[in-house]
């Protein structure tokens, strides 16, 4: 037992499979937990019981190393924090905190183990085990992966429970009662006569005792937010438009900047001339940055102004030049050589397809831009050594690296300030703004910079969802799906995205294949092949990732035999369904949509289940065919999660995930030309309308052992309801995204 700095065992000890499969990196340093990084900063009168939780004269603070991006991230891990700490959420402060290797995510391990060890038991705990201490060492702390939830539910807990019952040691000692007969309540506790000792009065005692360990949570039969309908803790400032997002940042002496950078993506700055820019009104400098120049002045609008003047010769893109080079690369990669997995390969498929009358065709899906509503923007000053930003991220740590190595300091120099984010989408998994802001804060010391991307500059450089085609050979008998081989060809996202971290993946990109390689159905003879298309854009990750064009090309393959074996959608689904979890979640959309086969007379039902981050999501959607085209009627949703913690916030993120889906897959591509997007904004590239937006029915299942995430995972089944719905309506079938190329939306 440790005094304060020493926090929960329970949150941060890796388990003791791993010790036993030889973890190069040593027993000791895999169990050893990582140094509370809120100790370093402490004032005088403040506490830090655990890593989360900081305690002064004003009360509790959460610190809640999970961004938010408007998913409610901040909010259910106050909520967490509250229900064992026995706090009203009204009391609890959120701050995002220092970046640090004690935040590392440990949810972000199991989609890894289960891709390299597809079979349930030990051997699939080992892998989960070795890759979360891969993730330890390196204090990987990411938000992303639908996983804030799963990540936090326990350590959020396990650290507030710790935290409520030291504080009752420290009031026992202090006035000399039993802790045993003490009780807390909204932030204090009680003593046996009814006196109120409020947290914060107790940060004195604190110090002379040892932190209470591996406390017992409580049962979901005791908890008071948690299971409950709750008003999300952002909710007032967001409705007053008084919440503070990254973009709104202001320092005191700050200049503002913006960018104009090779508009073909990748692409060096050659030469520039930026005589007529400096000439500009409020124009402070003009400086080169990676790839592009950046303008000074002293608001945003006269830099985006000034910037458009700069005159600049370019370097050619790194990437093939027009988009019909992109998709013959895709289509090249189809060979042993380029194979990069098959995790999914039962009975004979091989022998199976010479033995019948073989079905083929061929999928795709686009590049596809993140298109957050807020633009990228970080602030940064550097001043004496150090170095302090201000910005929307999901990768605290890879900021503090890089900022750094830019400004040639020590990441323990740079400060983190991480802000509130209007969207992301996987956007703010990447840096590039914040390393040039950099770039242009060392050239002027002692001056804050804001850095803010014009929404051109935004969309054009960003880095898109992958592009990937799919080719199905499957086969039918009797009435019933016997065969389906799947091989899909992309680029890899994983290595794309980390390798502007200067981190190296090896293995295979899980991500290539990911909600069509692990799709719970027992087809006889059933294989899902991912090959590795050579660089082209560079790629990120996109809401749901691989799922996004995996899902829809496993499901849209799937109909397509069922259909020529003359079964029903949802039945044949039934009848092939090998996971237990996922038959629940099938079963519930089609009692949530009274299935009843297909319809007709121009109206079609699809419906689609997809796996992905270990959540079952399945889909049904209505359309209607109208004279000014496809009408949406209608979405049922069903999720299998573990354990809804907020109804409503669940709610919100389903419906808005099948919206954010709905809308790329009937409107949104990125396509270039010499290495340029041709899409720079919304009228180029644009989301479903208020008018086009179906009713959508949400139902969470609570029947898995495991607590999930819902973020992502009710994108991928969305694209491929849509398409078997349009075929059933119209007898058209959508192979390819963006649907309004080849139909007519109402």
């Known amino acids: 037992m440790g005094r304060l700095k020493t926090f929960t065992r329970r949150a941060f000890l890796v388990g003791t499979a791993a010790a036993a499969g030889g973890i190069a990196f040593g027993v000791y340093a895999i169990r050893k937990p990582h140094e509370n990084p809120l100790e370093q900063a402490l004032a005088e009168g403040e506490s830090a019981l655990t890593p989360y939780l900081r305690l002064d004269a004003e009360g509790v603070t959460l610190i809640t190393p999970r961004a938010d991006k408007g998913q409610g991230a901040y909010h259910i891990q106050a909520a967490l924090l509250a229900e064992e700490l026995d706090l009203d959420l009204a009391q609890v402060r959120v701050d995002p905190g220092p970046p640090g290797a004690a935040y590392w995510n440990t949810a972000l391990a199991e989609e890894a183990a289960e891709f390299s060890v597809p079979s349930e038991g030990l051997m699939r705990g080992v892998a989960e085990t070795a890759v979360g201490a891969v993730m330890k060492m390196m204090g990987m702390q990411i938000t992303g992966g639908s996983t804030t939830v799963p990540d936090q539910f326990d350590k959020l807990r396990a650290a507030a429970a710790s935290a409520r019952e030291t504080l009752k040691l420290a009031a026992a000692q202090q006035t000399g009662h039993n802790a045993a007969d003490l009780r807390t309540e909204a932030g204090a506790v009680i003593l046996p006569d009814g006196t109120a000792l409020p947290y914060e009065t107790l940060i004195a005692a604190l110090a002379e005792v040892d932190v209470v360990q591996d406390v017992p949570l409580r049962a979901p039969s005791e908890w008071r937010y948690l299971g409950q309908p709750m008003q999300r803790i952002d909710m007032l400032a967001k409705c007053t438009g008084t919440q503070t997002y990254g973009i709104d940042v202001e320092i005191d002496g700050m200049l503002h900047a913006a960018v104009v950078l090779n508009p073909a993506q990748g692409g060096a700055l050659v030469d520039f001339d930026g005589s007529t820019a400096e000439q500009m009104r409020g124009v402070k400098a003009v400086l080169p940055v990676t790839g592009g120049v950046a303008v000074v002045a002293d608001n945003t609008w006269r830099a985006f102004q000034a910037a458009q003047a700069v005159e600049a010769t370019w370097g050619p893109a790194e990437m093939p030049a027009t988009m019909d080079e992109h998709w013959q690369a895709l289509a090249q990669a189809f060979n042993d050589d380029q194979q990069d997995s098959r995790q999914r390969d039962d009975g004979d498929v091989d022998d199976a397809l010479d033995n019948a009358e073989v079905i083929e065709a061929e999928y795709r899906a686009p590049y596809l831009a993140h298109a957050p509503l807020e633009p990228i923007s970080a602030v940064v000053r550097i001043q004496g050594g150090k170095v302090e930003v201000w910005t929307g991220t999901q990768v605290p740590r890879f900021v503090q690296k890089n900022v750094a190595r830019i400004a040639g300091i020590d990441p323990e120099d740079v400060t983190l300030h991480v802000q509130m984010m209007g969207g992301s989408f996987g956007h703010r998994l990447e840096d590039e703004v914040v390393k040039r802001a950099a770039e242009i804060a060392v050239q002027m010391p002692g001056t804050p910079i804001k850095l803010t991307y014009s929404r051109e500059e935004d969309m054009t450089h960003d880095f898109p969802r992958q592009i990937a085609i799919a080719r199905l050979r499957g086969a039918v008998d009797n009435g019933q799906v016997t065969a389906l081989d799947l091989a899909i060809a992309s680029p890899s996202v994983m290595v794309s995205q980390m390798g502007r971290q200067g981190i190296s993946v090896p293995g295979p990109d899980s991500q290539i294949v990911s909600g069509a390689w692990n799709a719970p159905f027992a087809i006889p003879h059933h294989r899902v092949t991912g ?216």
């Open 531 to 746: 090959y590795r298309a050579a660089p082209l854009a560079p790629i990120s990750s996109w809401r749901s990732v691989g799922a996004s064009h995996a899902g829809f090309f496993h499901n849209a393959a799937l109909d397509e035999l069922i259909h020529a074996a003359g079964a029903d959608p949802l039945e044949e689904r039934l009848r092939l369904c090998n996971d237990p979890l996922a038959r629940k979640v099938l079963e519930a959309v089609g009692e949530m949509s009274s299935w009843q086969g297909m319809l007709g007379a121009g109206r079609g039902r699809g419906v689609a289940l997809t796996t992905s981050f270990g959540v079952r999501c399945a889909e049904v959607i209505e359309v209607r065919q109208t004279d000014d085209g496809i009408k949406l009627e209608k979405v049922w949703v069903a999720a299998e999660v573990g354990r809804v913690l907020d109804p409503v916030n669940f709610e919100n993120l389903v419906q808005g995930g099948v919206i954010f889906a709905l809308g790329h897959a009937i409107n949104a591509e990125i396509t270039y030309e010499d290495g340029i997007a041709e899409q720079s904004n919304y009228d180029s590239y644009p989301a479903m309308r208020l008018y086009q937006t179906p009713e959508i029915e949400v139902r969470g299942l609570e029947n898995g052992e495991k607590i999930r995430g819902i973020g992502e995972p009710p994108v991928p089944p969305a694209a491929p309801a849509l398409a078997g719905a349009i075929f059933a309506a119209t007898g058209t079938r959508l192979r390819e995204m963006p649907f309004a190329k080849f139909v007519d939306f109402a």
